[in-house]
C-alpha cells in the first residue's frame, strides 16, 4: 500500500521504518511542525510527568534541564521514554503506552511524595491528565513546553493525492488530522484527500475526519501504533 505520515519529519522516519520493513511504500509528508515554547520552570517539584516525546526533547537547549533531569520522570510509552533519556534523564518510570497507564503508574508510586509533579506538555492536548491526577489527590501543575504549528502539503502529497496514488493515512493526532483537512482546502484536493483510508489513533482523532465527510474512516484498537499499522492490509502481490 502507498502510506502517507503526516507527524513531524523525526517522528515519521521512525513510522516508515516499520511500515516499510512490512513492504508498504511510505510517502513522509510532515504537516506539522513542533517549536519549543519559552516556559519558567524553576526546580521546585518532586517529578515530571510527560505524554509525548516532544516534551522532553523541548528541554534539550532549556537553562533548567540539568536540574530538572536529577528528578525522575513518568514516561507514558517507551518512546517518550527513550527521548527524556536522550535528554539526560536517568530514573525513569515507563508506563504500558497510553495516558489511562500512565495515570495509574504515578497514583501506583505516589509519584508526588517528593513534591507536586510537573505535567510538562503540548500547547494541543487530548484528555484532561492534570484534572484525572487532581480528582486522585495527586498534586501536579502543567505546564506548556512546546506546540505544533501547521505546515502546508508537500508538492508530492498534492501530486500523489491528484492521481489518486495514496491508499492510506495515518493520524496520530487530532491537530494533525486538522492540519490535513486544512491542507487539503488550501491545495484544493477536498475530495481525494477524503477518499483515501484513514487510519486514527483514537476516535477523538477520527472525529473531524469524519465530520468533515471522510467515508473510511477506522479507529486502532488501542491507542499505539502496532495497532494502527495491524489495520493496513498487506500489500497487493
Request: hydrophobic share 50%; proline share 5%.
Amino acid at each position: 500500500m502507498r502510506v502517507v505520515l503526516t507527524r513531524p519529519q523525526e517522528d515519521s522516519e521512525r513510522t516508515a521504518a516499520a511500515l516499510r520493513a512490512k513492504g508498504h511504500d511510505v510517502l513522509i509528508a510532515p504537516l506539522l511542525r513542533v517549536e519549543p515554547v519559552a516556559a519558567d520552570l524553576r526546580p521546585h517539584w518532586g517529578a515530571l510527568v510527560i505524554t509525548s516525546a516532544n516534551a522532553a526533547l523541548a528541554l534539550a537547549n532549556h537553562p533548567a534541564r540539568e536540574a530538572l533531569t536529577k528528578l525522575r520522570v513518568y514516561a507514558v510509552g517507551k518512546r517518550s521514554a527513550d527521548a527524556a533519556r536522550e535528554v539526560g534523564f536517568t530514573d525513569i518510570v515507563t508506563a504500558g503506552g497510553d495516558v489511562r497507564d500512565l495515570l495509574r503508574t504515578v497514583v501506583a508510586h505516589r509519584a508526588d511524595a517528593k513534591g507536586p509533579l510537573l505535567y510538562l506538555a503540548g500547547e494541543d492536548r487530548s484528555g484532561d491528565l492534570l484534572g484525572d491526577l487532581t480528582v486522585r489527590g495527586i498534586a501536579a501543575e502543567l505546564v506548556v513546553i512546546y506546540r505544533a504549528a501547521m505546515a502546508p502539503f508537500s508538492a508530492a502529497l498534492n501530486k500523489a493525492l491528484k492521481a489518486n496514488k495514496v491508499d492510506a493515512v495515518l493520524h496520530f493526532s487530532k491537530r494533525s488530522a486538522e492540519s490535513y483537512l486544512a491542507g487539503a482546502r488550501r491545495a484544493g484536493v477536498v475530495a481525494p484527500a477524503l477518499a483515501v483510508r484513514h487510519i486514527c489513533l483514537s476516535s477523538q482523532i477520527a472525529e473531524p475526519l469524519q465530520t468533515a465527510g471522510a467515508a473510511k474512516v477506522v479507529v486502532a484498537k488501542r491507542p499505539d501504533e502496532a495497532s494502527m499499522l495491524e489495520l493496513l492490509a498487506p500489500p497487493q502481490a
